[in-house]
């Protein structure tokens, strides 16, 4: 293990070490904040709990999913025709930028009145939400990629999905796998923002009924898996990058 990861756990550690302590001295309200001890144990209990696995936990990790695997394969083919037509990228462009200020959320009611009420609309918000950054940080890629591979390509009469495989693709892909792993941090919050709203189900539903229902310790539970969550899918897919720029080294 390197030296910043040493480093980064052990802030991590000293932080949550003088959280307990502040919890459990009553620096802090305790009817607003819960000792991180509490909210693990509470996490472990609600992960035990069969229903809670399938209808919150397993609602939101398909949901999670899906909009991830929607806005990465799209993302990347919309991200291809906007760097294989000057025109498109330079109209296209600026209203990408815009779609983080639409409040996607609003607009969940259209999208019941059009799917029906489930997953589907969480999907696609979820999806609608972290696909620019994919199309973006893919376009961004392909359009940076140095010329002398592209001459190198052509020299060795390389066909055009050939070219994809072999230059475009792994010269893009520090660009690519930025635009994704945004794209998974963005569905993540798509997600779980838009259960916490507009939805019966899921985890983010169960974040908002918690707090309307002034359960602080089943609240920070969940809130605690939804970190895990993150951690677990930014750490999965470091590992992926690692691997695959190795290999393209």
Do not use: C
């Not at 992960?47 to 993302?75: C, K, R, W, Y």
């Not at 209203?95 to 259209?110: G, K, S, T, W």
Request: hydrophobic share 55%; aromatic share 14%.
């Amino acid at each position: 293990m390197s030296l910043h990861r040493v480093v980064q756990i052990l802030i991590v550690v000293l932080l949550l070490s003088l959280y307990e302590i502040a919890t459990r001295m009553l620096w802090l309200d305790p009817f607003t904040f819960t000792p991180f001890s509490t909210m693990f144990m509470n996490m472990i209990e609600s992960l035990s709990n069969p229903d809670f696995l399938t209808n919150h936990f397993g609602i939101t990790a398909l949901e999670i999913l899906a909009s991830f695997i929607g806005a990465m394969v799209f993302g990347i083919l919309l991200g291809i025709i906007l760097w294989r037509s000057d025109l498109a990228h330079h109209v296209l462009q600026p209203y990408l930028m815009l779609f983080y200020a639409i409040p996607f959320f609003a607009l969940y009611p259209i999208f019941i009145s059009v799917l029906g009420v489930g997953p589907l609309p969480v999907i696609i918000i979820g999806m609608l939400f972290s696909m620019p950054a994919v199309i973006t940080n893919t376009a961004i890629g392909f359009r940076e990629i140095r010329k002398s591979l592209v001459k190198v390509g052509y020299s060795l009469n390389l066909s055009f999905r050939q070219m994809l495989i072999h230059i475009y693709f792994p010269a893009a892909w520090p660009f690519i796998f930025t635009g994704i792993k945004l794209a998974a941090a963005y569905s993540i919050i798509g997600v779980i923002a838009t259960e916490f709203i507009l939805s019966s189900r899921g985890i983010g539903y169960i974040i908002s009924y918690a707090y309307n229902n002034f359960d602080i310790k089943g609240m920070y539970g969940s809130v605690l898996l939804v970190i895990m969550i993150a951690l677990v899918v930014n750490f999965v897919l470091g590992l992926i990058e690692n691997k695959v720029y190795k290999r393209n080294m």
